[in-house]
């Protein structure tokens, strides 16, 4: 816990926080100018520093480097002092105790750069060991190239050593590549230091154009924070180096870290450029929900669709035809890459409606297995009386194709040449033929209960929904009981749903996994701050719906931690509270 270091912004495990110095400073971040070091205790003894609240001081400390032995880290361990000024403790990813301290410097970063595995596994040791609201520092290792993917990985603090190192060895630095000064023929860079002809650029010149570059990219990382994209700017940064694209991956494969801190919603677009991009948190969390928690309550024809270049898609053209020929006598679901496949009525939930892909017309191989593996669990777990393909050749009909095999099930195809073309309209119209219409009160309704399974769990749209009356139009529903008392809205903007606080009641006395927050002796109002909170469980998310309590209070909101982030931290806000009802 800290009193000098709180996070403003989140995506993933990247933060925007800020060191509460005399002079703050914004982080992620160059840290030289404020960081004071009192030595290393291998050499000699070290006072205590007096410190003060301008500097970031590194506590006396042991450095183990990678591969210490156990036993030699733990008889020579320190246990940092207990100081009430801003510090920072030396560990090793190896052996991490917590401190009490605002910061931790990874004492064995060296060892564990330029081997994708060893990095991500160093840091989320680290940062599954440290309280989460406490910053993280890599020291002597931070360029252009790599900053990016570290910060993506969680990590808040650097410092110039290696640009400079770089810079008077003769090595300019850009986010893409270390050129040989001597093979330069002009400097691809108009910072101060390189608005000189190139005769007279020197490597001291050279070691200034370094830090520029590396503070410039930080800045970049900062903004993609705080606009929740940086995976988007990461997955073509990380192309620059082979280690770099491997260290991306790993953090993919630690789905435990990365999905506790990556919100279940926010108005960030994801740009679907990559392969990499199948398995984001955003992409992988969607899929699991739709194909675990969602089921069909609808009793008509399943129609597998594509999907459009419009979000939500029923507002595309081409899904306005589908719906004209459809006429309410099926269940659509969109086939689409990278999300996997969309009910009709998850189409506005986070990441439905909030992705952009490259058009080609032609399907990857991972593509193809991806939305293949999702499709044939969808039918594994929702029975249809029957399964009609409007989809066309590209890639779709040979998805449908693989698992209709694997399944033995029998589809009927209804496209000609192209989805929208009169002559396969006409076929999807009648392939339909003799079903009967489902109604609005029935599609709002089966909407509410979708959208709650996926949100709260498998059931949960049932036991909270069972007997609600909707008003409002599409897609801003208001849920009401029978006596007519406001339950929860969706909002279209996430497709989720926002609790009243009679809502909030009956989710709390339902069967439905509940997100609590327990608060202290008070009434919040706009917000709770992280130091009000006593518990929270551990299954929040940032973006989720919470119910919070206390002996005076009962409110509902939205998370703005985790829940482990809410429980350990000491600023910051934890909740935005929507209602609130003393006690």
Not at 523 to 531: E, I, K, T
Request: charge should be negative; aromatic fraction near 8%.
């Amino acid at each position: 816990m800290t009193d000098y270091f709180e996070v403003h912004a989140r995506d993933g495990a990247a933060r925007v926080g800020e060191l509460r110095l005399s002079s703050p400073v914004t982080t992620p971040a160059l840290v030289d100018d404020v960081l004071e070091d009192a030595g290393s205790l291998w050499s000699e003894e070290r006072a205590l520093p007096d410190g003060d609240e301008s500097r970031l001081t590194v506590l006396p400390h042991r450095a183990f480097p990678g591969g210490t032995p156990d036993e030699v880290q733990e008889s020579f361990a320190v246990d940092s002092p207990d100081v009430d000024y801003p510090s920072v403790a030396v560990v090793s990813s190896e052996r991490v105790d917590e401190q009490g301290t605002d910061a931790y410097a990874l004492s064995n970063v060296q060892s564990v750069m330029g081997h994708g595995a060893a990095l991500v596994e160093a840091v989320v040791s680290v940062r599954e060991a440290i309280p989460a609201d406490t910053a993280l520092l890599f020291s002597g290792v931070a360029t252009p190239r790599n900053v990016a993917l570290l910060a993506y990985a969680g990590v808040d603090l650097f410092d110039e050593t290696a640009a400079v190192v770089k810079g008077t060895e003769g090595r300019y630095l850009t986010t893409d590549e270390a050129y040989f000064l001597e093979d330069l023929d002009e400097l691809p860079c108009s910072c101060p230091a390189c608005r000189q002809p190139r005769e007279e650029f020197t490597r001291e010149d050279c070691a200034e154009h370094n830090v520029n570059a590396l503070e410039a990219e930080l800045a970049i990382v900062r903004r993609r924070i705080r606009d929740g994209r940086l995976r988007d700017y990461v997955e073509g940064q990380a192309r620059q180096d082979q280690w770099l694209t491997a260290a991306m991956r790993e953090l993919d494969d630690q789905w435990g870290y990365i999905e506790e801190r990556t919100p279940v919603l926010r108005d960030a677009q994801i740009s679907a450029a990559t392969a990499d991009t199948l398995r984001r948190v955003e992409i992988q969390r969607f899929a699991d929900r739709v194909t675990t928690r969602y089921r069909n309550r609808f009793q008509n024809p399943l129609v597998l669709v594509p999907c459009s270049a419009a979000k939500p898609y029923s507002e595309s053209q081409s899904h306005r035809q589908f719906h004209d020929a459809v006429q309410w006598r099926a269940h659509l679901v969109s086939m689409t890459s990278p999300i996997g496949v969309v009910p009709q009525e998850l189409e506005t939930t986070y990441p439905a409606q909030h992705y952009d892909t490259v058009v080609t017309g032609r399907w990857s191989e991972d593509e193809k297995q991806f939305v293949s593996a999702v499709l044939e669990r969808y039918l594994e777990r929702n029975e249809y009386p029957e399964i009609i393909a409007h989809v066309p050749d590209e890639g779709y009909r040979d998805i449908v194709e693989r698992v209709e095999e694997t399944l033995d099930l029998d589809i009927t195809y209804t496209v000609d040449e192209h989805p929208t073309d009169e002559q396969s309209l006409a076929n999807l119209s009648e392939a339909l033929s003799g079903e009967l219409k489902y109604s609005k009160r029935e599609r709002e309704h089966n909407t509410v209960r979708a959208i709650a399974d996926y949100l709260l769990g498998d059931g949960a749209g049932d036991d909270l929904f069972r007997d609600i009356q909707t008003t409002s139009r599409y897609p801003k529903i208001q849920v009401r009981d029978a006596d007519d008392t406001q339950l929860a809205t969706m909002v279209p903007q996430y497709g989720t749903l926002s609790f009243t606080l009679e809502g909030a009641k009956r989710w709390l006395e339902s069967d439905a996994p509940v997100k609590r927050v327990e608060i202290d002796g008070f009434v919040p109002h706009g917000s709770v701050l992280a130091p009000g909170v006593v518990g929270a469980d551990e299954e929040i998310r940032v973006g989720d719906e919470v119910i919070i309590e206390g002996p005076k209070a009962f409110a509902v909101g939205r998370a703005a931690m985790f829940g482990r982030e809410m429980a350990e931290s000491t600023r910051g806000i934890a909740c935005e509270v929507r209602h609130v009802e003393e006690r």
